[in-house]
């Protein structure tokens, strides 16, 4: 069976400070990896998606970057952190890139104080 | 352009009530529909999606939708509604054949279930 993790689970950060957020996959090579930002109460918006290692596209520009270092895993950073960037962060992968059909994190809740 | 509407913000029904959530969508080719469930502080669950075929969709837990071509509709429906049911509820429409996995969220429906 598919698993996805992410982590941190919860951060806690100071505008203008870094940011790592990481999400991986188990038990299926090759997945299509997007990220989702949520305001707190609000919709989905897609941020970014890969498929395939090394391959990431940009939907919405947030002053945030992803990067695809394996095929496991997807990750979600910054250099220097807004306040607007608070927010729940979503990780998904799908089984094939046409199907509208994603299987989600559990998310990372991120607040920028 | 794709877009979503959900016209309810919030619903609130007692246990065992049946229950419906509006979904209207905007788009002109073919496309995806699908259901997802938010329980608070947690990822999205999908629920079910509608491709082709059969209108009536059966999901997971008891949630079946329908697809109206002519209503553009696609609403989610429970005939007897738990307590565990209440959670917010994303419509989400992706046209076939685009942009990799992009899914359009509507603005969320939370469904408040009154034990």
């Known amino acids: 069976a598919q698993t996805i993790h992410q982590w941190p689970v919860a951060e806690i950060k100071a505008v203008g400070s870094p940011l790592s957020l990481g999400c991986t996959i188990k038990?299926?090579?090759?997945?299509?990896l997007y990220w989702y930002w949520q305001a707190t109460g609000g919709t989905l918006q897609q941020l970014f998606y890969s498929i395939t290692v090394g391959q990431v596209e940009s939907v919405v520009q947030l002053n945030l970057s992803a990067s695809r270092p394996k095929d496991d895993q997807f990750i979600l950073s910054t250099e220097k952190l807004l306040l607007s960037h608070s927010g729940f962060y979503l990780c998904?992968?799908?089984?094939?890139?046409?199907?509208?059909?994603?299987?989600f994190g559990e998310g990372s809740k991120l607040t920028v104080l | 352009t794709q877009t979503v509407s959900q016209s309810d913000a919030h619903v609130t029904v007692f246990e065992g009530d049946s229950v419906e959530l509006r979904c209207n969508y905007s788009y002109g080719g073919s496309i995806y529909l699908s259901w997802y469930i938010q329980h608070h502080g947690r990822g999205l669950q999908f629920l079910l999606k509608?491709?082709?075929?059969?209108?009536v969709v059966q999901g997971v837990n008891g949630f079946e939708a329908e697809f109206s071509k002519s209503d553009s509709s696609f609403h989610l429906r429970k005939a007897s509604v738990h307590w565990s049911d209440s959670a917010v509820y994303f419509c989400?429409?992706?046209?076939?054949?685009?942009?990799?996995?992009?899914?359009?969220f509507g603005a969320g429906t939370q469904l408040i279930v009154i034990p």
């Open positions: 509608y491709y082709s075929g059969n209108p």
């Open positions: 998904a992968w799908s089984l094939d890139e046409d199907t509208g059909q994603l299987y």
């Open positions: 989400a429409v992706s046209a076939r054949g685009s942009a990799l996995g992009r899914l359009h």
């Open positions: 038990g299926k090579s090759s997945p299509n």
